[in-house]
């Protein structure tokens, strides 16, 4: 059976609009004209696809059916179209990108600067919403690509090979009570005010549980909202306490406005990935974005290789300045005797920490790291990576 694609389009032109009325206004046909083409299309099916009523057409199982394969093979036709455009130098058009709300506040925008700077003729879509949403329009071709936290694949849509993590920590105003806390607990934070993204949304569902798991009571939200600036504002402004990724409000906390506190349960790796169709290919900007994002992926890891940050507690430090500095000199001369020396260490001061002191030891190919304990110690060896992170 062979279908025609204009005879396709004439289908689910009366499909959207329920009349062949409308459909035919759409087309710019004439309703006989359109009648002609749907009877056609009948004929080779061999089944009617719709049952006339004075309410207008309504479809058939046979119907059915058809629709979604119908607009699977229209909009493979459209893709066909604008990659021939894009290999004969005439690369317009739009590519459409979903993210949940806070999705990615540092991958997406600067993958999307870096695929203007080589396709300046795109224009990007990106809309915003909760994942079943989005995975909808995906699978009926509203979307292009959709990034979001990791989920279970569903039977049209499959995750890409392009993931990452975002840090997710406890963030309060710079001046909220809980900073004079030497030590804040989960049980500490179900008596504040808390704003967050609403119910039915992965974060939510993933931070009450974390409680939950912990034999305690979820955290009221007092707030609920997609928007993230309004968020943080409520965090700044209003005494607010929320659970957002670094990446969201790296900004804030590098001027000051916001400070993270390290809560035992909370401080999480949250993992991304891109989304899209399981059937069909992708269009080729669509393709040229992936490519951005994964170059991005691939700096970020070499970042992290490069250089490995350990915080050090200041009071520790006060109390054995002079057994760091010995134990330093001691590492310096071990390092020299290696075969791969000379290697380069240095001893920073943590901006953002001002009472910190962070010691980076780097070597070129290989990363590597001595862990002395004092006192009250350290911040465990997964958050050197975050750290690390911020300071990039």
């Known amino acids: 059976m062979v279908y025609n694609l204009n005879e396709l389009r004439a289908f689910l032109a009366v499909v959207e609009t329920g009349s062949l009325g409308r459909a035919a206004d759409k087309m710019n046909l004439t309703q006989p004209a359109l009648s002609r083409i749907i009877k056609r299309l009948e004929e080779a099916v061999g089944e009617p696809l719709f049952e006339r009523h004075s309410g207008g057409m309504r479809l058939t199982a046979f119907g059915t059916a058809l629709t979604p394969h119908a607009q699977t093979l229209s909009q493979e036709e459209q893709i066909a179209r604008k990659e021939m455009n894009r290999l004969r130098g005439l690369a317009t058009g739009v590519l459409r990108i979903g993210v949940t709300a806070g999705t990615s506040a540092i991958f997406a925008p600067t993958a999307i600067a870096a695929y203007l700077d080589r396709w300046p003729g795109i224009e990007i879509e990106v809309t915003e919403g909760i994942w079943n949403g989005l995975v909808e329009k995906l699978e009926n071709y509203h979307l292009d690509l959709l990034i979001a936290p990791e989920t279970i694949e569903t039977e049209r849509t499959v995750a890409g090979h392009e993931k990452w993590s975002e840090t997710m920590r406890v963030v309060v105003g710079a001046q909220h009570p809980l900073l004079a806390k030497p030590k804040v607990s989960m049980e500490d934070l179900l008596e504040e005010r808390w704003c967050f993204v609403p119910k039915n949304t992965e974060p939510h569902t993933r931070l009450m549980g974390l409680f939950l798991d912990k034999g305690l009571p979820a955290p009221t939200i007092t707030v609920s909202s997609l928007s993230i600036p309004l968020l943080k504002s409520l965090v700044t402004q209003s005494g607010f306490v929320s659970w957002l990724g670094r990446p969201m409000y790296l900004a804030e906390l590098q001027a000051g406005m916001v400070q993270e506190i390290v809560v035992e349960g909370l401080n999480q790796e949250r993992r991304f990935s891109t989304y899209y169709r399981r059937f069909g290919r992708l269009p080729g900007p669509a393709l040229k974005f992936l490519d951005e994002i994964q170059n991005l992926i691939k700096k970020k890891k070499c970042q992290r290789l490069n250089a490995d ?68 110690g350290m911040q465990s060896i997964k958050e050197r990576d975050d750290e690390h992170e911020l300071a990039g």
Not at 327 to 335: N, S
Not at 352 to 358: A, D, E, I, S, V
Request: net charge positive.
């Open 309 to 376: 940050f350990i915080l050090f507690n200041s009071s520790a430090f006060e109390t054995s300045a002079f057994l760091l500095i010995l134990r330093l000199c001691v590492l310096c001369l071990f390092l020299d005797c290696l075969p791969w020396s000379p290697a380069n260490f240095w001893l920073g001061y943590n901006q953002k920490r001002p009472k910190g002191l962070f010691l980076c030891l780097r070597h070129p190919g290989i990363s590597f790291s001595t862990v002395w304990m004092w006192q009250d």
